[in-house]
């Protein structure tokens, strides 16, 4: 059961001015926890009836007061009853974040800027730059010429790209000035994404910045999580969202996940290549990640001897923190020997890409991550190249390969559990990809007669 907020007019005693006046407060009390509202009043103690919690009548302008105060008192009260009844269950705090930003004008730029740079703040390094990247797509759009022909267009966007990822190159990138400078060039208001808003931008997504289907649903989904955040924060109304129903539905388009065949597999296991390179490593991080039923590249790379027990693998996810436990397969034995000689204590990582990185610097552990991941999705190239692979060999192939290889043997609880998927929808849409078999006895059946 939802504890009910208690919302009270109070004389704050601890702020006397220099008049002698005291400021009108709203009190927010919930789970014995109170924050304050400052309405912007003041008046003298002898003139605040503590027992009616208004002004008394030997104020000048007490009925006015009164009437302003009821207000601010109404619409704090309204937040913290529509909370009870949809069990949002807000916090004091939260009420009064709610109600302070339904009283203040904040644009689409300015909530987006501000929760990129709270994740930054909380190290979740890997949400900054792509989400950025989408608010400056959005500032082209509003800010395109439609006089100027498609390729003028088009080249200005590209300079101006290219501008920024010189500017990040040359000096360490400062997100702040960049989260500042959006917040402040764009006066984007909620009101003003609806459905005819957004149906022109994926048109610009599509004829300017050359985004296919997938890249234009991921801005799409950025949009929805801001609109979605500024509703909760009670800067908009619900009843304005432009998602959903009759209006613009968000469809994750599957596209073809292929992945390697056994034989495929196979050739890159036995690749003859030249020990303790980097091309190497490489090799034995992907077949890693792939013995592992797929685990992300990016977490191999940041695996430690201490993940390591009993035989067992243990660890968490970055992408969504879930915890991990798996048998090690012999053939990852095999890998894990390799590095065995490298080995100083159970807090090294494993692989060499990281060996450098500092464990307690969170930045600086994302960004070799980062950089590591590039270095191998380009050995993979030259890997392929020497495999005759001609198939995209990446860092993600290895959970693709999986899947293709595991097909329809392996019952769908059992593969949700080693994809470390939520839903088992999610599982079975993923797996389908993969499992071909009655599609082509049913066309063979047609064909073959």
């Known amino acids: 059961m939802i504890n009910m907020a ?30 304050y509202v400052f ?36 619409e704090i009260e309204t937040i913290s009853d529509k909370s009870e009844i949809i069990e949002e269950n807000l916090s004091s705090d939260q009420i009064k974040r709610k109600f302070k930003r339904q009283n203040t004008k904040v644009s689409f730029f300015q909530l987006a800027c501000e929760r990129i740079r709270n994740k930054n703040l909380e190290g979740i390094y890997s949400v900054g730059q792509p989400e950025l990247s ?31 990822i010189s500017k990040a190159r040359s000096g360490p990138q400062n997100l702040h000035d960049d989260l500042t400078t959006l917040a402040n060039k764009s006066s984007l208001n909620f009101e003003d994404i609806d459905t005819a808003f957004i149906n022109r931008f994926k048109s610009f997504c599509s004829a300017f910045l050359g985004h296919k289907t ?78 592992f039923a797929g685990v992300r590249v990016s977490d191999v790379v940041s695996l430690k001897w201490a993940d390591f027990l009993d035989g067992r693998l243990y660890y968490q996810m970055n992408k969504n923190e879930k915890p991990v436990s798996l048998k090690i397969p012999e053939q990852a034995h095999k890998i894990l020997a390799l590095y065995m000689p490298e080995k100083s204590s159970t807090d090294d990582y494993i692989f060499p890409f990281m060996k450098k990185a500092n464990p307690q610097d969170k930045k600086d552990v994302f960004t070799k991550i980062r950089n590591a991941t590039k270095l191998l999705n380009k050995h ?70």
């Not at 503590?50 to 109404?74: G, I, M, P, T």
């Not at 059992?414 to 990809?433: C, F, G, I, P, V």
Request: charged residues 30%; positive net charge.
């Open 6 to 35: 208690t919302v009270k007019l109070v004389l704050w005693k601890h702020n006397e001015r220099k008049d002698g006046k005291f400021p009108i407060a709203v009190r927010i009390t919930k789970d014995r926890k109170s924050r």
């Open 39 to 74: 309405t912007g009043k003041y008046v003298f103690e002898k003139e605040w009836d503590a027992q009616s919690d208004k002004v008394k009548k030997s104020h000048e302008n007490s009925v006015r007061l009164n009437a302003f105060l009821r207000k601010k008192l109404s």
């Open 134 to 164: 989408i608010l400056y797509n959005i500032h082209e759009f509003l800010n395109f010429n439609a006089t100027l022909s498609k390729e003028k267009v088009i080249e200005g966007i590209d300079a101006r790209r290219k501008a920024r």
């Open 214 to 291: 997938r890249t234009i649903t991921n801005q799409l989904m950025f949009i929805r999580t801001i609109y979605n955040l500024a509703i909760k924060e009670g800067i908009t109304d619900a009843k304005k969202y432009p998602f959903g129903g009759e209006k613009e539905i968000i469809r994750i388009p599957s596209g073809n996940k292929i992945g390697l065949t056994t034989e495929e597999i196979k050739r890159i296991e036995t690749l003859k290549l030249e020990e303790n390179t980097s091309i190497w490593h490489t090799r034995n991080i992907w077949l890693f990640a792939y013995y």
């Open 380 to 449: 993979l190239k030259k890997i392929a190249d020497k495999c005759k692979i001609e198939k995209n060999l990446s860092n993600h192939i290895a959970r693709h390969s999986f899947g293709n290889i595991a097909g329809d043997r392996i019952h769908p609880l059992m593969l949700q559990k080693l994809y470390r998927h939520s839903d088992l929808k999610t599982t079975l849409n993923y797996q389908a990809n993969f499992i071909h078999k009655e599609a082509d006895e049913a066309l063979e059946k047609v064909l073959g007669e």
